[in-house]
């Protein structure tokens, strides 16, 4: 208890606009894919896989890229000011996201949205590093990481239950909590210490980022290893990119239903829908909660080993948890599957960090540390051009049964206001003489949707060769 009180109130502040930060983006962001490719029928938008793609791809990967220089900015004009600032960006963001519904509309408010996260990440990252002391640090950044999982669990459950009644109400609910930040930061958040820089502007501090950004990137070695964690980035962003519009298309939840009913009714009504199924994003969170529940067991599992082993082992054991998820149309496999997923991304994503502490030069920490977000960014561009175009000409279930029926020579209209997605899928059954479950099995069976997971796990599997032969090649030396 000792221990706990050793941090100032604006640790305790700081994590508590995470928890809500984390609640607000994750409730959105796991529902986002079923948002924008789900059909106009039921309330979603429509959009192609290759939109959703290039949509999320873009404004997220370049999310990661803003905390290099917003972090500057912060240190300018003060955190609690800018903390403000990205709190009112990050409530019209997703109230704006509730209300418009054209490509170009929900773009724009995506980005001011991700404008916002953009501001936030820097600065809630450095109050915690600033009210942490060598003593509490581990126990600091432990507790902060605690809040960031809580929020990704609890997160799209409640967006779960809200997009029952509308998909809006999902977006307006994170705006309100954000609104409730805005509130907090301006109540309980310490105001900020003066700082003056004579002779610096801010483009002259901005220029002086991106060329201290050059130098890093100028060690060869250090540019290879982002270069592979890149890849790392991209399988794991399948896991909200991809998984939860796979479910949607090819798995029956309520089988899963059905399973948890017979040893808990409660949780079942509580979890599932009213049609009797489990919304996809209450199956994709099931690696929060893994993470919740292991992510420490895991991390003294691989304490004693070498950054880079228990890297090359995360990476394997990811590439395998995703492939066999995708792999099958079985829900029920997802709990065992998704498992083994998030096993290999706990022992490996926290050593990612480690490893480039680790490597860096004792004078250019900081640097190297800041420029961990680029793969990131890196991963979210190539995840949004594999979960667009490649999986809707893949595994898109509607783009599969249009191939069919009018290799069947039946015309099928475009999809829009007038043709939704829901008529397609009534077009279809009509014209072959199935029911939707029929249907979806005749599909399966013709056109090998499960495919992907040779893409997805080919991704990993190359990541875990090249990080071995980095770390012979890097040893050796």
Do not use: H
Request: glycine content about 10%; hydrophobic content about 50%.
């Amino acid at each position: 208890m000792n221990v706990f009180q050793r941090f100032p109130r604006k640790f305790w502040v700081a994590n508590t606009l995470e928890l809500f930060e984390r609640y607000a983006w994750y409730g959105m962001f796991m529902v986002l894919a079923l948002y924008l490719t789900g059909s106009k029928a039921e309330g979603a938008l429509g959009f192609t896989q290759a939109q959703k793609g290039t949509m999320m791809g873009i404004i997220v990967g370049t999310l990661y890229l803003m905390p290099v220089i917003t972090g500057a900015i912060a240190d300018r004009f003060g955190f609690r000011r800018m903390l403000f600032v990205s709190f009112a960006f990050l409530a019209v963001g997703y109230a704006s996201m509730g209300i418009f519904t054209s490509y170009e509309g929900v773009f724009f408010a995506f980005s001011i949205t991700a404008i916002g996260a953009g501001l936030f990440k820097p600065i809630i990252s450095a109050t915690v590093a600033k009210t942490t002391t060598e003593k509490t640090s581990s126990i600091g950044f432990g507790i902060f990481y605690m809040m960031v999982n809580i929020g990704a669990f609890i997160g799209p459950i409640t967006a779960a239950k809200l997009r029952i009644i509308s998909w809006s109400n999902v977006f307006y609910f994170a705006a309100a909590l954000m609104i409730i930040n805005g509130l907090l930061t301006l109540l309980f958040f310490d105001k900020d210490e003066k700082t003056e820089k004579k002779g610096i502007s801010v483009g002259q501090e901005i220029k002086q980022v991106i060329k201290n950004i050059g130098v890093a990137l100028s060690d060869g070695k250090f540019v290879l290893f982002l270069f592979i964690i890149i890849g790392f980035w991209t399988m794991y962003n399948q896991l909200f990119y991809t998984l939860p519009v796979y479910i949607a298309d090819w798995m029956d939840t309520s089988i899963v239903y059905d399973a948890i009913y017979k040893f808990w009714p409660w949780l079942a009504r509580n979890a599932g829908t009213p049609e009797g199924t489990i919304a996809p994003e209450m199956m994709t969170n099931l690696d929060a909660l893994y993470i919740i529940i292991f992510q420490l067991l895991v991390s003294w599992g691989v304490m004693k080993w070498r950054p880079v082993n228990a890297m090359m082992t995360g990476f394997l054991v990811s590439a395998i948890g995703l492939g066999l998820t995708f792999m099958q149309s079985n829900p029920l496999y997802l709990f065992i599957t998704i498992l083994v997923f998030g096993l290999g991304e706990m022992a490996s994503s926290p050593k990612i960090t480690e490893y480039i502490g680790r490597i860096a030069p004792k004078d250019k920490v900081a640097l190297y540390m800041g420029c961990s977000f680029l793969p990131m960014a890196g991963g979210n561009y190539l995840a949004g051009w594999l979960s667009g175009g490649l999986y809707g000409e893949m595994a898109d279930k509607s783009v599969l049964l249009t191939k069919d029926l009018v290799a069947r020579g039946i015309e099928v209209p475009e999809i829009s206001d007038a043709f939704t997605k829901t008529d397609l899928f009534i077009i279809g059954q009509d014209a072959l003489g199935m029911n939707a479950g029929e249907l979806t099995k005749y599909l399966w069976e013709t056109y090998n949707p499960s495919d992907i997971w040779m893409i997805f796990s080919g991704i990993g599997i190359a990541c875990f060769i090249m990080l071995f032969m980095y770390d012979k090649i890097v040893r050796q030396r």
